[in-house]
C-alpha cells in the first residue's frame, strides 16, 4: 500500500512540473520561430544583479540598438546618461524607491528627452517654413526605451524601465544631479547588468483581445 501510495505522489509531482514547465514555455514559444520574436517574447524585467561589469561593446550595441528607434517625423529626441559611478547613485536617484534595484545593477542608463525639439518645417508654398513643435517626444522616447530593453536581453543581460517623467520627485532630482540642459528631461531610467535572479517571461498572449476589420 506504502509503495502504492509513494508511485502516486512522485506521478502526481511530475505532472505538477511538467505543467508548470509547459506554462513557461508559452511565453517563448510562437508559430513562428525567429530569432528576434524569441528575444521579444523572453524579455523580462531584472532587478538584481551580479557583480559583473558590463563589455563597453556591449553598452554600445545597446544604445546603437536603442538610437535605431522611430520617431516622429525622424526627430530622434533623445540623450543617455549611463551612470556607473556607484559612489553617486545615492546622490542622483536620492528618493527613488528603485535606489535598491539600482546599487545592484552595473549601470543605470538614464534616458534624456529634448523636449522643446521642432519638427521640419512642412513646405509651404509662400515659401514661409512654419516650425512645428515635436508633439511625439513621449512616444519616441519608449520606442527607444524598448529597443535598448531588447538588445540587452539578447546579449544575455537582463534590465528593467524605470518610470522618471512626470514624477517630480524623480525626475527633478536627477535633472538637477546630472546637470542636464533646461530643455532636457530625465524620460526614464533603466538598471542593466548580468542577472542575478532566475526571472521568467510573463506570458501576455490574449488572442481574444484582436479584432479583425471591426470590434
Ligand atoms: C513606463 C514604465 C514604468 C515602469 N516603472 C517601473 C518602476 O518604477 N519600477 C519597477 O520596478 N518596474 C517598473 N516598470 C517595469 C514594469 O513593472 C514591468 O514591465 C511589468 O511589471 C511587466 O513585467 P515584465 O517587464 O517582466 O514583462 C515600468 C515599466 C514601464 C513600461
Redesign the pocket.
Known amino acids: 500500500m506504502k509503495k502504492i501510495l509513494f508511485l502516486y505522489a512522485a506521478l502526481l509531482t511530475a505532472l505538477m512540473i511538467s505543467s508548470c514547465k509547459s506554462e513557461e514555455n508559452t511565453a517563448k514559444t510562437t508559430g513562428v520561430d525567429n530569432e528576434t520574436i524569441q528575444t521579444i517574447l523572453s524579455?523580462?524585467?531584472?532587478?538584481s544583479f551580479t557583480e559583473q561589469a558590463i563589455p563597453a561593446e556591449y553598452m554600445e550595441a545597446m544604445l546603437k540598438a536603442a538610437m535605431a528607434a522611430p520617431s516622429g517625423s525622424n526627430i530622434q529626441p533623445w540623450h543617455f546618461v549611463v551612470v556607473t559611478d556607484k559612489s553617486q547613485f545615492g546622490r542622483i536617484f536620492e528618493d527613488?524607491?528603485?535606489l535598491k534595484?539600482f546599487n545592484s545593477a552595473a549601470a543605470v542608463v538614464v534616458f534624456c528627452a529634448d523636449t522643446t525639439v521642432t519638427r521640419p518645417p512642412r513646405n509651404n508654398p509662400d515659401g514661409d517654413p512654419v516650425t512645428r513643435p515635436n508633439g511625439t517626444w513621449r512616444d519616441d522616447m519608449?520606442a527607444c526605451?524598448e529597443n535598448f530593453?531588447l538588445a540587452a536581453e539578447s546579449l544575455g543581460l537582463g534590465a528593467?524601465?524605470?518610470?522618471s517623467y512626470p514624477d517630480p520627485v524623480?525626475f527633478l532630482t536627477m535633472k538637477r544631479e546630472l546637470g542636464l540642459p533646461d530643455n532636457f528631461l530625465p524620460y526614464?531610467a533603466v538598471a542593466v547588468g548580468y542577472p542575478a535572479s532566475d526571472?521568467q517571461?510573463?506570458d501576455?498572449w490574449k488572442p481574444e483581445r484582436i479584432h479583425y476589420n471591426q470590434w
Open positions: 524579455r523580462k524585467s531584472v532587478r527613488n524607491f528603485n534595484t519608449g526605451t530593453l528593467v524601465w524605470t518610470a524623480r526614464c526571472e517571461p510573463k501576455k
